[in-house]
């Protein structure tokens, strides 16, 4: 890399330009062995048109081309009409340099990267931002004493104030929960929809309005104005354009959640026949469905299971996951019943399509949160995983958080709070199949038959707020959950460090006897060799007294 | 410098789309009882033919075009898929050859006039991926324009492999031997592929000459509804 002259009087001459560190094996005057690697064709001696200096040409090109301008993003069709040769190698040796970084380092990004697109509410991130999560997912905050609303960082140390896992979360109604991070208005993107009404003609200004400057209020249609009908005392020059083509309403690039459930809704109930779902998804156009289905995740095993959906109900369900075989039989019997149930169950199948892990087990759960996956899809994931009375508690402290942000549904939900915990937690029921099956099934009759009362009126419950409702629900329970785990892992590791610590005392014990019984023996030893030196002493001491008596004169020590 | 040994004659490959995936061109192009419909879209040879008739039935269905559109269409399918097969079974000569491929196309608003090279011998290249490179670099937001321009280039594919096959045959009419059979590859392919030979010489730069970027340069126009109608208009006093 050429380095700039650090000179105040005359301007630097060379330009710095950056590359990646991984890539500092880059020379100008030579081919390095990465290259030769990963792009064979030049070096294997198979044609006369590929050739290492063919290579260097086309490489040396490609890069002083992008450095011509180093912030704007070359292109691959800038480059290929200058040169010769094979425009699949090319485009080889294009990717080859814009990976390394050689190329369009520095370069802006394109942001709608049609290979990158976030299926996950027509959210775009630029390809080279690295998504870092730390701690708890999205929503979900672990919170030390029931009532508090300080999060807390790690579980550890709130493991223990927050007594009971299950009541940290639910419990009595009236725990207020912190707003969830994915909360969004959704009474406002309601009323933003109406849009504008004409003044004059009285329909809805769909493409474009024309204001009327003098007060600010009053709006005529494109239609009205092109007719000239202007309405009292106003005149053509009055009025103001304002395009509200691409900004109230949805344009055909965002869908929010509401239109994704409802079009999800509409290809369950009507399968292949487009027109009718364009008719329900009311601002979406056929193509637009159509396309959105696709990039939805599991949207090709929506359209052909809507069309299974007409002949054998249970036919595509149970061809998923053998852990939720038995569920789905629940969910027949228990078809007839409200939207919510419908809501749940309809996203809990396409989660579980989407969805390739092996059912989760007790103690270990699969990664929850994953940043790539739609909010629906999270949701149906968590709502399998929890436990029926969990659930059924996050619910009702679900309901009663709602209430608490807006009178509105408080109003719907005061009424019939009742149904509508027992319409939540027969989903719940059919989510732990097991349980269900036995214990449940008497409650389930019960509930049926409330509901199906209680089902007439239940049917201009929004849909905004029901899937809020389980949305809630589920991350609260799943927040639950997760105390639960947490405290019991905690506990268990416990119970292990004391065993260990057992044991290894018990290990110190036996070798200090171990060492006793040594000291003992080698003390025993010890007095049996003191005792064979008196002997020998003694009969050395009888021999020289011998030697003695017998007058041995001369004494040889 | 000395010649790599492979670099004139190979031997005869059994014919096939010389791109990653065997994918069929097919053209339709059908007028009954004044409804005119004409698609374009690559087919998978190595489907079963009872797919054709799916086909031909949810493409009637939503399209929502008359009944006799099923027989036609299935009809034409079919016969350009065998078209397809009697090629298949046959040799050709695939000598290394680039081919310049001209793209020269109108999908819905969008004209688009290129002019590129493509080794014919390249069996891992793949016309989709390049479409869809060339519709990101372009800033195409239509949609269909990118399986129309990687349908363009398959087609044109096609019929070089044909040609080739055709060669093919004729080399082995021909009693000239094996020697002759090289000049005779060289010179069929002449007329259409580039000489490599003067191309990457060794003293020539594969560096294209400025002068001659306009030529290899892609044209991208969007027209307005007029210009779209008169096009039209032109197109089909041509066909009939």
């Known amino acids: 890399m050429e380095m700039p002259q650090y000179d105040p009087n005359t301007k630097p001459e060379f330009e710095l330009y950056t590359i990646p560190s991984h890539s500092s094996w880059f020379r100008w005057d030579d081919i390095h062995e990465t290259e030769r690697t990963a792009l064979k064709e030049f070096f294997d001696g198979s044609s006369i048109s590929r050739t290492p200096k063919i290579y260097k040409e086309y490489r040396d090109f490609m890069i002083n081309k992008y450095r011509e301008e180093p912030s704007r993003r070359l292109t691959f069709t800038q480059v290929r009409k200058s040169l010769v040769g094979d425009v699949s190698l090319l485009h080889k040796v294009f990717r080859f340099l814009d990976e390394w970084g050689l190329i369009n380092f520095g370069a802006v990004s394109r942001g709608d990267d049609s290979d990158n697109r976030d299926s996950s509410l027509g959210d775009t991130e630029l390809k080279n931002q690295v998504k870092i999560e730390e701690g708890a997912p999205n929503g979900v905050r672990v919170v030390a004493l029931p009532n508090s609303l300080k999060p807390i960082s790690v579980p550890n140390s709130g493991a223990d104030g927050s007594g009971n896992g299950k009541v940290a979360v639910a419990g009595e109604t009236g725990v207020k929960l912190p707003p969830l991070a994915s909360y969004s208005d959704v009474f406002g993107d309601l009323v933003k929809l109406k849009g504008f009404k004409c003044g004059s003609c009285g329909e809805q200004c769909n493409s474009g309005c024309y204001e009327y400057s003098k007060q600010g209020s009053f709006v005529i249609c494109e239609k009205c104005f092109k007719n000239g009908n202007y309405g009292e005392d106003k005149s053509k020059d009055d009025f103001r354009f304002s395009d509200l083509g691409g900004n109230s309403l949805t344009h055909g690039a965002t869908w929010t959640e509401a239109e994704t459930l409802l079009l999800l809704e509409s290809v369950m109930r009507h399968g292949d026949n487009w027109e009718l779902v364009a008719q329900n998804v009311p601002t979406k156009s056929k193509l637009d469905c159509i396309s959105k289905l696709i990039e939805l995740p599991f949207g090709e095993f929506m359209m052909g299971s809507a069309h299974e959906m007409n002949s054998c109900p249970t036919g595509s369900l149970n061809s998923l996951k053998e852990g939720q075989s038995a569920s789905s039989e629940n969910q027949n019997d228990v078809k007839m019943e409200d939207q919510v149930h419908d809501q749940m169950n309809e996203s809990k199948q396409n989660g579980d399509a989407a969805t390739e892990e092996p059912p989760a087990k007790r103690k270990r759960i699969a990664p929850l949160s994953d940043g790539g996956s739609t909010l629906i899809k999270q949701v149906a994931h968590i709502s399998t995983m929890v436990g029926p009375h969990v659930t059924a508690a996050a619910a009702e402290a679900a309901v009663a958080a709602l209430c608490n942000e807006s009178s509105c549904p408080r109003e719907i939900f005061d009424g019939d709070e009742d149904y509508l915990a027992n319409g939540l937690s027969s989903p719940t029921m059919v989510s732990d199949p097991e349980r269900a099956l036995q214990v449940d099934a008497s409650k389930m009759e019960e509930n049926q038959s409330e509901t199906q009362d209680a089902s007439s009126e239940k049917n201009d419950v929004p849909l905004n707020l029901r899937i809020r409702t389980a949305t809630a629900t589920a991350l609260g329970a799943a927040a639950a959950n997760a105390k639960l785990l947490a405290d019991q892992e905690d506990r268990e590791i416990e119970h292990l460090v004391a065993i260990i610590i057992e044991t290894q005392m018990k290990k110190l014990h036996s070798k200090i006897n171990y060492f006793d019984d040594l000291e003992l023996i080698m003390e025993k030893e010890y007095n049996e060799m003191m005792q064979l030196k008196e002997c020998l002493v003694e009969e050395r001491i009888d021999v020289l007294e011998r030697a003695l008596k017998t007058g041995v004169s001369k004494w040889r020590s | ?240």
């Open chain 2, 1 to 240: 410098m000395k010649l790599p040994a492979t670099s004139s004659s190979k031997a005869p490959v059994k014919f096939r789309m010389p791109t990653a995936d065997n994918l069929v061109p097919i053209r339709l192009d059908i007028e009954t009882e004044g409804q005119r419909y004409k698609d374009a879209f690559t087919w998978n040879p190595s489907d079963p033919d009872s797919e054709v008739v799916v086909f031909a039935k949810r493409t009637v269905r939503d399209l929502k075009l008359p009944p006799q559109f099923i027989t036609q269409i299935a009809q034409s399918i079919q016969t350009q898929l065998t078209e397809f097969r009697s090629y298949e079974g046959q040799d050709m000569y695939t000598a290394e050859k680039i081919v310049p491929i001209k793209l020269d196309l109108r999908v819905n608003h969008t004209l688009i006039k290129d002019h590129f090279l493509w080794d014919l011998n390249n069996y891992e290249s793949d016309p989709e991926e390049f479409a869809r490179t060339f519709c990101n670099d372009m800033g195409i937001e239509d949609p269909e324009v990118g399986p129309a321009v990687a349908f363009a280039i398959r087609e044109q594919l096609y019929e070089i492999a044909i040609q080739s096959v055709a060669s093919a045959r004729e080399i082995k009419i021909s009693k000239k031997g094996r020697r002759g059979a090289e000049h005779a590859i060289s010179s069929k392919g002449g007329g259409n592929a580039l000489d490599l030979m003067k191309l990457f010489r060794y003293n020539s730069s594969v560096v294209r000459k400025r002068k001659e970027w306009y030529v290899y340069e892609p044209i991208v126009d969007i027209l307005s509804n007029e210009e779209v109608d008169a096009l039209e208009a032109r197109e089909d006093r041509n066909t009939r």
